[in-house]
């Protein structure tokens, strides 16, 4: 800790440190910030978790998260502000963690930050017509202003790349490129396509059937979460944090369960930390099921995606019987959960732990081992280890290419601590299952990996659950919450591991029953920037197969 | 007046709710008149009509995985003749709006829809299509689709579970086994909620 305050003040001399937070916070000038960044990245810190726009009122911000691969536990946090609200410019950090390039543009469309030395300043989420930055404290919501649209935008209108530098007088200078060329050969995928998984919309180049670039357009079920989170209190954002990534809902409000009671200071009952993660594991188990169904079923195996369907069911019905939600469980609040489990809770978590293993073994007969499936999956989509990194691919995908990023080991929350189970990365699914089903066909960070690296995860889900459900402890299964949660002024950052990879809430509060600002970090929008590179140069028809085993899920990058 | 006794086989008319709402719709085509011959072999295509209406795969978002589940083994919306959904609107009967529509959406929904082959149906699954749901306040969420497109049925629900999609469902058989085919009424024209006389093409 003290040895990187250090440092940073080597690199920033004016860099001041807040004090008080859980990670080390230090706040740099915008014209440090480039320096700064580029000696953490030298230091090791390779993994950008989380960029954050804010409106101070007076000043723009931004919030950096950052991380690293080797050093797990090391979080950092980096702020700067820029005070010109006409022209508010940061310089760029894209070309020292990739992924920046998406969460700037995501600040810029939110808050019209321009980040110089961007080279695609495009919005990412809003139609390019859209007039105003919706996150601006001082932006009207106004009909007449930006109404429903009635046509798609033109091709033009998707491929003019803005990008920003600072002329020798010290202005800001506007260079526009196109994305394409004019012979280019662009086929649409999406926004309306029964493999993207949601309204997602590629513009891929190809030249005969070979991928030799996608544009991914985000932004068509964007429903300002965020923003609406500013005017709720805290349970009321819970059931927003459900729609995000539905298949993982109750790990999302698991995070922001967490984020606010540790802020607040609540103690969760044991019980309760028992009952959220067997419903967390049981959620992971449906959800990778899900996964599992819809990339057998873009592979063309009907059969599968009935399988997978019919045994999410006995997880749905676990659910319903105590918590009578089905797909949405509205069950965690903040300081526990709800109501206490059902009577049969317990039973009949036991009998579809047996049931959900015969199962595991019968889709590796169906799929696995089918030779056209396994011949396919062989040898497409590749990630390497440092690309993951790099774009912050999480979850099982960062796992089948060797980065251990599990946040349930990083920093165990609820009950994972009292648990054994292993992160399943690459080679620990190899020792583990992979080598029933063709050891030589199953390839670091390749998609049969990823495929593999899903199913292996079930099995571990109910070793964690086998492990807690009989040890239930007595209690109370809800703390006593004062009726208008006020959180302390301050910021809070909270990660959770779910379906899908390093999930996390970022809340700014000013100690009101509101917050000041919200931010979620999807795990989602890496899987789908990873697409670019691992789909160059392979053909058209494996995009699909290969962005179903990444098993992104669309609204949870829009919020 | 009665209604008549449109049949769903796994339902009794009176266990359906607004039963009136089709009565008045009945009302409104007997002003008009039908021949004898005509109504008999409406009501044959009907009846095949009815029972084969085909869905587009139209999915945004959490209201699209309980449309799954109706699609897949448990609920299997194939034992009422849904059968099998289609992936290009020209070949669907009925497009279910699951999940959110936005602004950036809203455009792209229209097309679809407007390439559907006539006679087409629009079912508003969930909050979310019927009003905007818990996204009402949003700067970038349509409230309803009903202010784009013509919608038949409601589901309301967040998601609603698949027994009321099921429900849905038999609704709109119920609607088609009324129609006169051969005199299909038109279809209006919605665009940002205000109603166009005349039909669609
Ligand atoms: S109605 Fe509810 S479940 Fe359906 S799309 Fe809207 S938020 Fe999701």
Redesign the interface.
């Known amino acids: 800790m003290e040895k990187i305050q250090e440092y940073i003040h080597k690199l920033a001399p004016k860099a001041q440190f807040e004090e008080g937070g859980k990670y080390t916070t230090a706040i740099v000038e915008a014209n440090d910030l480039r320096k700064v960044a580029a000696g953490l990245k030298e230091k090791g810190f390779d993994y950008l978790m989380c960029l954050t726009g804010m409106d101070n009122q007076d000043s723009f911000g931004v919030i950096y998260h950052i991380s690293s691969s080797k050093e797990k536990k090391e979080v950092i946090v980096l702020k700067t502000n820029t005070t010109n609200r006409e022209e508010p410019t940061i310089p760029t950090v894209s070309d020292i963690w990739e992924i920046a390039n998406y969460y700037e543009r995501e600040a810029y469309d939110f808050y019209g930050i321009i980040f110089v030395g961007h080279p695609d300043m495009r919005r990412l989420?809003?139609?390019e017509d859209w007039v105003g930055y919706?996150f601006r404290k001082d932006?009207v919501?106004d009909e007449s202003i930006?109404?429903?649209?009635?046509?798609?935008p033109e091709p033009d209108d998707y491929e003019t790349v803005p990008s920003y530098t600072i002329n020798k007088d010290g202005k800001l200078e506007r260079k526009v490129k196109s994305l394409f060329e004019n012979k280019d050969c662009i086929v649409n995928i999406g926004?309306?396509h029964?493999s993207t998984h949601?309204?997602l919309h590629l513009r891929t180049k190809l030249e005969g059937e070979i991928i030799k670039k996608i544009d991914p357009q985000f932004?068509?079920?964007?429903?300002?979460?965020e923003?609406?989170c500013e005017?709720m209190t805290y349970p009321q954002m819970l059931?927003?944090t459900e729609?995000l990534d539905?298949?993982c809902g109750t790990m999302n409000r698991h995070a922001l369960c967490m984020c606010v009671e540790k802020a607040a200071g609540i103690e969760v009952p044991a019980r309760a930390q028992y009952i959220r993660t067997i419903f967390d594991e049981l959620t992971r188990i449906a959800s990778h099921l899900?996964g599992w169904a819809c990339m057998c079923n873009d592979m063309g195996s009907i059969t599968a995606?009935?399988y997978g369907?019919?045994d999410r069911?006995k997880i749905?019905d676990i659910y319903e019987e105590t918590a009578g939600g089905?797909?949405?469980v509205n069950y965690y609040v903040v300081g526990g959960v709800a109501q206490d489990i059902h009577p049969n809770f317990v039973n009949r978590v036991k009998e579809f732990i047996p049931y959900m293993r015969k199962m595991l073994k019968e889709y590796h007969i169906l799929f696995t081992g089918n030779p056209i499936a396994a011949g396919r999956m062989k040898d497409s989509g590749f990630l390497t280890k440092e690309q993951a990194v790099a774009l912050g691919v999480t979850g099982p995908s960062g796992r089948a290419s060797g980065w251990s990023c599990d946040v349930r080991k990083i920093e165990p929350y609820a009950a994972y601590d009292k648990v054994k189970f292993d992160e399943i990365t690459y080679n620990e699914m190899m020792s583990k299952g992979g080598n029933d089903y063709g050891r030589d066909n199953v390839l670091l960070g390749g998609t049969f990996a990823r495929y593999m690296v899903r199913l292996v995860e079930i099995e571990e889900s109910l070793r964690i659950i086998e492990q807690l459900i009989d040890n239930i402890p007595e209690g109370d299964f809800r703390a006593k919450v004062p009726a208008i949660i006020k959180l302390p002024a301050g910021e809070y950052y909270q990660r959770v591991e779910n379906a899908r990879g390093d999930f996390s809430v970022y809340i700014k509060s000013t100690g009101d029953k509101n917050p000041y600002r919200v931010k979620f970090r999807s795990p989602c929008l890496s899987l789908v920037t990873a697409l670019d590179p691992m789909c160059r140069d392979q053909k058209i028809a494996d995009l699909i197969m290969i962005s179903g085993s990444l098993d992104y899920v669309?609204?949870c990058i829009d919020r | 007046m009665e209604v008549k006794d449109i049949k769903i086989k796994s339902m009794k008319t009176e266990d359906f709710k607004d039963n009136e709402y089709l009565e008045k719709y009945i009302e409104e085509l007997q002003k008009e008149g039908l021949n004898i011959v005509t109504e008999k072999l409406d009501d044959l295509i009907n009846w095949g009509r009815s029972n084969s209406v085909w869905p587009f795969t139209f999915a945004t978002s959490c209201c699209g995985i309980e449309f799954m589940c109706v699609a897949a083994a448990r609920h299997d919306f194939a034992r009422f003749g849904w059968e099998v959904t289609r992936n290009s609107p020209r070949q669907a009967d009925v497009i279910f709006v699951s999940g959110t529509i936005t602004y950036k959406m809203a455009p792209v929904l229209k097309r679809l829809y407007d390439q559907m082959a006539e006679p087409k149906y629009v079912i508003a699954v969930g909050g979310c299509s019927i009003s905007g749901g818990p996204f009402k306040e949003s700067y970038h969420v349509v409230n309803g689709v009903d202010k784009i497109i013509p919608v038949d049925v409601y589901v309301p629900g967040c998601p609603p579970r698949p027994e009321a999609m099921l429900y849905g469902m038999m609704q709109l058989q119920r609607k088609i086994k009324l129609e006169n085919f051969f005199k299909l009424p038109k279809r209006p024209n919605i665009s940002n909620g205000k109603t166009e006389e005349g039909g669609t093409k």
């Open positions: 989420f809003l139609r919706p932006f919501a930006n109404p429903i649209p009635t046509k798609v926004p309306q029964p949601g309204v932004g068509y079920i964007h429903r300002g979460i923003k609406m005017s059931y927003l729609r539905y298949l899900i995606f009935i369907m019919r069911e749905m089905r797909l949405m669309i609204p």
